[in-house]
């Protein structure tokens, strides 16, 4: 395309073959798929539809721990991808230079490979390092503290160390269950005491049943009768989104049902539409829609009985 006829198409794909040439887009190009291919089995895992903030948590600080590996081994990691960019700038001809220096009282770093490593891999790693950190900073880890109500975290957890998670639990969620703070709290102290009297009797079974080990489990051997509070805290748990996936989901929806020709449609048919495009995995009998539609106008009645 740089060598063809049209003068502004040739101005451009010269403009972007000059640029795709650089070396640092070719440091950067690599440096990516390196780290990348780190991230994105979590970025697939964070879009699935049934998954719990603590799973969400655990896979979050793996991939971290991954990453700060790479950048304390990042001499011997970007050493393989710089030897992999010479072959390539060998390959089509470019050459690695260093950029010139400007400004008094610098020292240039001499090395290539060192100059690459600390302006390009070592940013990049360290950048995506502290934005997972900040999807999980200290803010959003206190609604983890619910994750303690866990038939395991219970039976882990000491007196001191409960009794302090409690007072938080009806401090904050107190207007969320309408129950005024000190009825809440008074609650969840014996229903607290009878979670662990329950599980600890479960482990000490003799057929090693082993105890829950997610919100759902445990949410299933939570009795409404015998803990009402925790259960509704569990409840709460089950609730807090661990990712946009499932909204981002329905804005794609939404765009796809809301045509030009649905424009004039209500609020209430437009949901029943992005809900069925949603979950069409859920079978739908047909007669009983025809006739819920027409149990609402009379006139729909007659022409149905006909």
């Not at 000491?158 to 309408?178: G, I, R, V």
């Amino acid at each position: 395309m740089s060598r063809w006829d049209d003068a502004d198409t040739a101005n451009k794909a010269s403009t972007q073959l000059t640029n795709l040439r650089q070396p640092e887009f070719l440091m950067t190009l690599l440096s990516l798929q390196d780290v990348l291919a780190s991230t994105i089995s979590l970025s697939r895992y964070l879009q699935k539809e049934t998954i719990e903030m603590q799973q969400a948590s655990d896979a979050v600080q793996d991939t971290i721990s991954i990453l700060e590996d790479k950048r304390r081994n990042s001499e011997e990691i970007f050493g393989v991808l710089f030897n992999t960019v010479s072959e390539l700038c060998t390959k089509y001809d470019i050459q690695i230079t260093l950029p010139r220096a400007a400004g008094r009282g610098r020292h240039p770093i001499q090395d290539k490979e060192a100059y690459y490593r600390q302006t390009i891999y070592n940013p990049m790693l360290e950048n995506i390092i502290q934005d997972l950190q900040q999807r999980l900073n200290a803010e959003v880890l206190q609604c983890f503290d619910l994750n303690k109500l866990l038939p395991s975290e219970a039976l882990n957890c000491d007196d001191n160390k409960a009794k302090q998670l409690l007072c938080k639990f009806a401090a904050k969620y107190s207007h969320l269950l309408e129950t005024p703070e000190h009825i809440l709290l008074q609650n969840l102290n014996a229903e607290w005491a009878l979670w662990r009297a329950k599980w600890r009797r479960e482990r000490e079974k003799a057929d090693g049943t082993p105890l829950p080990k997610s919100y759902v489990e445990a949410l299933e051997f939570c009795d409404v009768e015998l803990f009402p509070n925790i259960r509704a805290l569990l409840l709460i748990l089950l609730a807090l989104p661990s990712s946009v996936a499932t909204a981002g989901r329905s804005f794609s929806t939404l765009r796809r049902v809301k045509t030009w020709l649905r424009s004039t449609m209500t609020t209430s048919r437009l949901a029943g539409l992005a809900l069925l495009s949603i979950h069409r995995d859920i079978p739908i009998d047909k007669s009983e829609v025809i006739r819920k539609f027409s149990e609402k106008n009379k006139t729909r009645q007659k022409r149905r009985s006909l």
